[in-house]
């Protein structure tokens, strides 16, 4: 059981706030005249959607996947499941995709393909978090939030093993 005070801060709730301010203000500015469906990955993008969502200020309806990828452990598989899929038909849909963070950016990659067969209007990405990895897989990532180092964050959504998501910062756990 990991002790709440070995958790540093990676990115502070008030930087954090700040920066869904601004994507949310440039996706209003963007999305002008338009109705997105914003589809939300659970369960990780799941504060990180209701915090951005009040900053878009354009009519959105909401969906939301579940995708398993990493199951509980904290490196990922590499086979991507839809554990549940969108409620919605979004054919001729302008779409974006919260995501919550890229890591070697198959979950993304494998969504993008999954949900450009039901062919929406466009599809665009807005993704909290960027790990610094390389990637042979194009990064489509339009709206970022910010770029972080290769290390296992938790907090604002992310878990380990599902304890954690409710810290209001990013964090990481010293491993020592
Ligand atoms: P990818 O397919 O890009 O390797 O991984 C994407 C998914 O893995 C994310 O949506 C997230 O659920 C999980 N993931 C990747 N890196 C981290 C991390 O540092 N912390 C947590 N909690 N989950 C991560």
Do not use: W
């Not at 709730?13 to 949310?24: D, H, I, P, R, Y």
């Not at 990922?76 to 890229?102: A, H, M, P, Q």
């Not at 665009?124 to 339009?142: F, G, M, S």
């Not at 954690?164 to 491993?175: P, Q, T």
């Amino acid at each position: 059981m990991t002790d709440n005070s070995k958790i540093h801060v990676l990115i502070d709730s008030k930087t954090l706030q700040k920066k869904v301010k601004e994507l949310g203000r440039q996706i209003t500015k963007d999305y002008k005249d338009k109705k997105p469906v914003l589809i939300a990955v659970l369960k990780g993008s799941f504060i990180f959607v209701a915090d951005i969502c009040r900053h878009i200020n354009v009519p959105v309806v909401f969906d939301f996947m579940a995708v398993s990828s990493y199951g509980n452990a904290k490196v990922s598989s590499g086979i991507v499941r839809i554990t549940k899929d969108l409620d919605t038909n979004i054919e001729g849909k302008d779409v974006i995709i919260i995501e919550d963070i890229v890591d070697s950016g198959r979950t993304l990659n494998y969504l993008i393909k999954n949900l450009e067969a039901r062919n929406p209007k466009s599809i665009e990405v807005c993704a909290l978090l960027d790990k610094d990895v390389p990637r042979k897989i194009k990064n489509y990532i339009k709206y970022k939030g910010f770029d972080i180092p290769n290390r296992y964050v938790i907090g604002y959504g992310l878990d380990i093993g599902e304890r954690f998501r409710n810290l209001s910062f990013i964090g990481y756990i010293d491993e020592e």
